[in-house]
């Protein structure tokens, strides 16, 4: 699963990169992201005639739902039954997006410690992950969720699953609703793949109320224990 990530980028960069209009107020940076806080999405709408830049709560909330604490439990959603499920089925036909990143965390535990480890692409370039939005109730407040697929190569070694990541020439068949599930959920290619690098990082990042770039930092040594 992806229960974790990090997003850095300005709005006016998100702006620049994604070729869109930017409709909502800035959200800051964090290096820390959690289910249920406000994150940057790119859609399409209407209204704006293409791409914008818009805010969504992290954890997608059907519109049929009575409660919007069910959108904890939807903050992914399997590229293996995204096109079949009643949750998101009529998000990915029509209301796809992409969630822009900077890397995502996993934890793999060793004995009684768990490791933090983040993977990002090696020169600092952007990542989009495949997301679904939806609108729920009077007001119309957006929510998503990150898409996810079985994970490849060295990030298997880190966690069975991982964001759908979309290269750009993916992202204007994404964003246009309609298609082939089998085209549009195509994995990263292995020399796609090769470009993300696996880091291990400070435990700090286990706690949703730290924040900062200090949270990807190497993890600090560990002292030698000293017996007399």
């Known amino acids: 699963m992806c229960g974790r990530y990090a997003t850095t980028r300005s709005e006016a960069d998100l702006s620049l990169l994604f070729d869109a209009t930017a409709v909502t107020e800035a959200l800051g940076p964090s290096w820390n992201v959690a289910p249920t806080d406000p994150v940057p999405l790119v859609r399409m709408s209407q209204r704006h ?65 768990k490791q933090a480890y983040y993977m990002t692409p090696a020169d600092g370039s952007p990542l989009a992950f495949a997301g679904l939005w939806s609108s729920w109730g009077p007001e119309g407040v957006l929510t998503c969720s990150v898409l996810t697929t079985a994970a490849l190569g060295g990030l298997a070694r880190v966690h069975d699953r991982m964001p759908l990541i979309l290269p750009r020439d993916r992202w204007p068949a994404w964003l246009a609703g309609g298609g082939d599930p089998g085209e549009l959920l195509q994995p990263l290619t292995p020399a796609e793949l090769a470009a993300i690098e696996v880091r291990a990082v400070r435990p700090d990042v286990g706690n949703v109320r730290n924040n900062g770039p200090h949270l990807l930092e190497p993890p600090p040594p560990v002292e030698p224990t000293t017996l007399f």
């Open 49 to 113: 005639g293409g791409r914008v830049v818009d805010a969504a709560r992290w954890g997608l909330v059907p519109p049929w739902a009575d409660d919007p604490r069910v959108g904890t439990r939807m903050i992914n959603a399997r590229a293996e039954t995204v096109a079949t499920s009643r949750a998101f089925a009529p998000s990915f036909q029509r209301r796809r997006c992409l969630v822009p990143a900077d890397g995502w965390f996993e934890w793999v535990r060793d004995g009684k410690q």
